[in-house]
Nanobody, 127 residues
Framework: QVQVVESGGGLVQAGGSLRLSCTAS????????IGWFRQAPGKEREGVSC????????YYTDSVKGRFTISRDNAKKTLYLQMNSLKPEDTAKYYC????????????????????WGQGTQVIVSS
């Protein structure tokens, strides 16, 4: 049984930083591309970032480029999202998603590209 668990969310002031973590069990962690998504109240869930199975390629949505960094430690079976220079518009529930394939597709930002999902961790950025 696959389990995906996010952690690290919280309340932070604008301009601050947070690091999210994600672990996945019940599958071969280092065989999979993994992504971060987020959903703000009243909005659809959107792709934030994706990382290839070996970490060699990463992808970001435009609104977080230069501020967020995705990384992974396959030995620890853990994915990270370092979020710097946070803005109030980054407030959302953040989800980790496992693709079921080693590579991020050209449509990596679509929910349908990912097979396994966590329950999410809340990030609130105050102004």
């Amino acid at each position: 049984q696959v389990q995906v668990v996010e952690s690290g969310g919280g309340l932070v002031q604008a301009g601050g930083s947070l690091r999210l973590s994600c672990t996945a069990s019940g599958l071969l962690f280092d065989d999979n591309a993994i992504g971060w998504f987020r959903q703000a109240p009243g909005k659809e869930r959107e792709g934030v970032s994706c990382i290839r199975w070996n970490g060699d390629s990463t992808y970001y949505t435009d609104s977080v480029k230069g501020r967020f960094t995705i990384s992974r430690d396959n030995a620890k079976k853990t994915l990270y999202l370092q979020m710097n220079s946070l803005k109030p518009e980054d407030t959302a529930k953040y989800y980790c998603a496992v693709r079921g394939s080693p590579y991020c597709s050209v449509s990596w930002y679509k929910n349908s590209e990912f097979r396994y999902w966590g329950q999410g961790t809340q990030v609130i950025v105050s102004s």
